[in-house]
């Protein structure tokens, strides 16, 4: 399903280290991981299109696919405290197929 007639994209970024919290994704709520549960939530949601996850780890690109997403590596650089939202979106729309 479409909003307005325009396809939708949900990106997930979801890097491996977070600087303020250890492992941020990684940890469970619930008996979920954090990326997980964006996964879950955006899937079900009726207006978007398709969900795409941003990581530089590979388990959360393959634990990703699985649950039905595409996925994107993020490269290193994209990775670090000071890399704001906007180069990884900017990064994201450049490898869009």
């Known amino acids: 399903m479409s909003f307005k007639n325009k396809n ?18 990684l940890k469970k709520i619930n008996g979920n991981r954090l990326f997980e549960i964006a996964i879950y939530n955006s899937l079900k949601c009726n207006f978007i299109d398709q969900v795409y996850v941003s990581s530089d780890s590979n ?11 595409q996925i ?18 900017l990064h994201f729309i450049k490898k869009l197929p």
């Not at 388990?59 to 997403?69: D, E, Y």
């Open 72 to 89: 994107l590596t993020r490269p290193k650089n994209l990775c670090r405290v000071n890399t704001n939202a906007n180069k990884v979106i």
């Open 8 to 25: 939708v994209i949900a990106i997930i970024p979801a890097k491996k280290n977070s600087s303020r919290l250890k492992n941020k994704n």
């Open 59 to 69: 388990f959360i690109l393959k634990s990703s696919k699985k649950l039905g997403t």
